[in-house]
């Protein structure tokens, strides 16, 4: 037996279990432990696409498990966090109001399963990009005080619950997928890596949000300069 055409539903279920006990911690008040496994699953998420291509392990089993991992991981479990984070604030009921991004997420997912316009980019944003977003706010506000001010906030957390309505747009991303290397072809996704590993350097946690308003950027400059060439 080939054991390793197993390992890309192993990280797979990596994947989902980051989710499962991220939300035990979010419930005992641990954000920012909930936020690490929020991003040991992102790289699990995205090890696992590489992996299968590596061993040459393709099929629809893998990529329904993948969705309903990233269900609990990327949309039950940023949910959990904004809602700690509401409590904590004092907002009562309408801290239910979080549970609206693990609904958004589950829609994108079902959205980007059956949508054929979607193999070589993204329609709305991915749901590992918004849970990122959220689950960088717990550690700023463990690892850089500072920030506090900023997002710590009634109207930071309803935008938080906002943004997620991107997830179920029409709005067209590039996807970091990669057929060469090559500059040329590539230019725009290595231009855009490069520049969020400058913003991480600087600003750590605090850059995350920002890396991903720049991914929106990019890609809204990228579609509109696609659509100027289909003009000429």
């Keep these: ?17 980051c989710g499962c006990i991220g939300m035990v911690m979010a419930l005992r008040g641990h954000l920012d432990t909930a936020a690490w496994l929020i991003g040991l699953a992102a790289i699990l998420d995205f090890g696992d696409g590489f992996v299968a291509r590596m061993v040459h392990v393709s099929g629809p089993f893998g990529k329904e498990l993948d969705s ?21 604030q004092n907002l009562g009921a309408i801290s239910y109001g979080a549970f609206l991004i693990a609904v958004l997420s589950a829609l994108r997912l079902a959205n980007f399963n059956i949508d ?24 700023m506000e463990r690892y850089q005080p500072q920030f506090d001010a900023i997002w710590k906030n009634d109207i930071a ?13 029409d709005l067209p991303l590039f996807a970091l997928k990669f057929k060469t290397f ?3 072809e590539n230019r725009i996704k290595f231009s855009f890596l490069i520049a969020s590993v400058l913003l991480l350097l600087f600003l ?15 890609s809204l400059f990228t579609n509109e300069r696609k659509n100027e060439r289909a003009k000429e």
């Design 68 to 88: 309903l991992a990233d269900v609990v991981t990327f949309g039950a479990l940023p949910a959990m966090i904004v809602f700690q984070l509401c409590w904590f």
């Design 116 to 139: 054929t316009r979607q193999s070589e980019s993204f329609i709305g944003l991915p749901v590992p990009a918004n849970a990122m977003l959220i689950g960088a706010f717990p550690l």
């Design 1 to 17: 037996m080939n054991v390793l055409k197993h390992l890309p539903n192993a990280m797979t279920c990596g994947n989902l279990l």
């Design 157 to 169: 957390l309803g935008m938080m619950i906002a943004f997620s309505f991107m997830l179920v747009s």
């Design 204 to 218: 750590q946690f605090a850059a995350i949000p920002l890396i991903i308003l720049l991914y929106i950027l990019v």
């Design 182 to 184: 090559g500059w040329a």
